[in-house]
């Protein structure tokens, strides 16, 4: 397995400075955002789809730091019932496939979107409980004429150019646990597969480690995010885990997301690291920092310090002792 980081935590330094600290810290892969939700401070698009030139160069300064792209992510909601919002993040998506396939990277990040319970809402609608009925209906209807038929559209796209798609699961969208991450895959081809982050699954009680099982042994983990989560055992109870609050109001929320190691600990992390291994995972493990509590580098830097304990690095070897 190879460290990374999802570098739209240093979007504030120029290009080159954060690829210089990246590289510093001992990681051997970055993760660009190129837009939507983590913006493209380092990974525009529209200016290295269109420039030879720049495009060399983009490639030469991640290579020459020993440095190597896990994925470009553009998290949006390409589904979203606001057609003007929809159809901004499904252009992104379709550029940033073309972008990966020119930059040999085999993973585009993204969300599954979440659109609207009729053809003329205004907000997205996330059914979340099978009762009263009308939910059960609501998600019917966005599954057959939204979330698969975009899917299997963006997924034969990015299949004609080899690249795969990283659906994270997270709260708010269609996709957000294992399970409805392969009802899409069975729908779609292998081409849609998780990124997956335990962080998100932490907060909805799913166990990280089981859903590493369930979803590699179907093959459906595409890349992998390194964020933790710690839950309030009195908030929690007040809120529910499906707490409305404002992530800024630490003190009063049910959970908020921590470094790794600050929620779980490596004990934890080493289960979670082995288990990739086993479901035959050997990819990128990307630091994503989202921890109120640190900065930007104390935070990074923490994750990195823990997951270096923790990672399998070398290629398996033969059991001798067989």
């Given at each position: 397995m190879k460290l990374g980081v999802f570098s739209v935590l240093f979007s504030q330094k120029p290009f080159e400075e954060a690829l210089d600290y990246i590289a510093s810290k001992g990681l051997q892969a970055i993760e660009f955002g190129t837009g939507a939700y983590p913006g493209n401070a380092h990974c525009n698009p529209d200016i290295l789809l269109n420039d030879d030139g720049k495009l060399k160069a983009f490639k030469q300064a991640i290579a020459?730091?020993?440095?190597?792209?896990?994925?470009?992510?553009?998290?949006?909601?390409?589904?979203?019932?606001?057609?003007?919002?929809?159809?901004?993040?499904?252009?992104?998506?379709?550029?940033?496939?073309?972008?990966?396939?020119?930059?040999?990277?085999?993973?585009?990040?993204?969300?599954?979107?979440?659109?609207?319970?009729?053809?003329?809402?205004?907000?997205?609608?996330?059914?979340?409980?099978?009762?009263?009925?009308?939910?059960?209906?609501?998600?019917?209807?966005?599954?057959?004429?939204?979330?698969?038929?975009?899917?299997?559209?963006?997924?034969?796209?990015?299949?004609?150019?080899?690249?795969?798609?990283?659906?994270?699961?997270?709260?708010?969208?269609?996709?957000?646990?294992?399970?409805?991450?392969?009802?899409?895959?069975?729908?779609?081809?292998?081409?849609?597969?998780?990124?997956?982050?335990?962080?998100?699954?932490?907060?909805?009680?799913?166990?990280?480690?089981q859903a590493i099982h369930v979803l590699g042994r179907a093959g459906a983990i595409h890349h992998f995010h390194a964020k933790d989560t710690s839950i309030d055992p009195i908030n929690v109870n007040k809120h529910g885990v499906t707490d409305m609050q404002s992530y800024s109001l630490m003190l009063d929320r049910a959970w908020?997301?921590?470094?790794?190691?600050?929620?779980?600990?490596?004990k934890t992390w080493a289960d979670i690291i082995s288990a990739l291994r086993l479901v035959g995972y050997d990819y990128v493990v990307s630091i994503e920092h989202e921890d109120g509590l640190m900065s930007v580098d104390e935070g990074f830097t923490r994750a990195v310090q823990n997951l270096e304990q923790v990672l399998i690095k070398e290629p398996l070897g033969e059991m001798w002792w067989v």
């Open positions: 020459s730091r020993g440095l190597i792209i896990s994925a470009l992510s553009c998290h949006g909601n390409p589904l979203h019932p606001q057609k003007q919002i929809s159809q901004e993040h499904h252009e992104i998506i379709l550029k940033t496939v073309e972008l990966a396939q020119r930059l040999e990277v085999p993973i585009v990040n993204t969300f599954s979107g979440c659109p609207g319970d009729h053809e003329n809402a205004k907000y997205p609608n996330w059914p979340v409980a099978p009762w009263p009925n009308d939910y059960q209906e609501i998600l019917a209807w966005q599954w057959e004429h939204k979330v698969i038929p975009y899917w299997r559209e963006a997924g034969k796209f990015a299949a004609d150019r080899n690249v795969k798609f990283g659906l994270e699961l997270h709260g708010g969208f269609s996709v957000h646990t294992p399970a409805n991450l392969l009802r899409l895959r069975d729908a779609v081809g292998e081409v849609i597969g998780a990124n997956l982050d335990p962080s998100h699954m932490w907060w909805q009680g799913i166990d990280p480690v908020q997301f921590r470094t790794v190691g600050y929620g779980h600990d490596l």
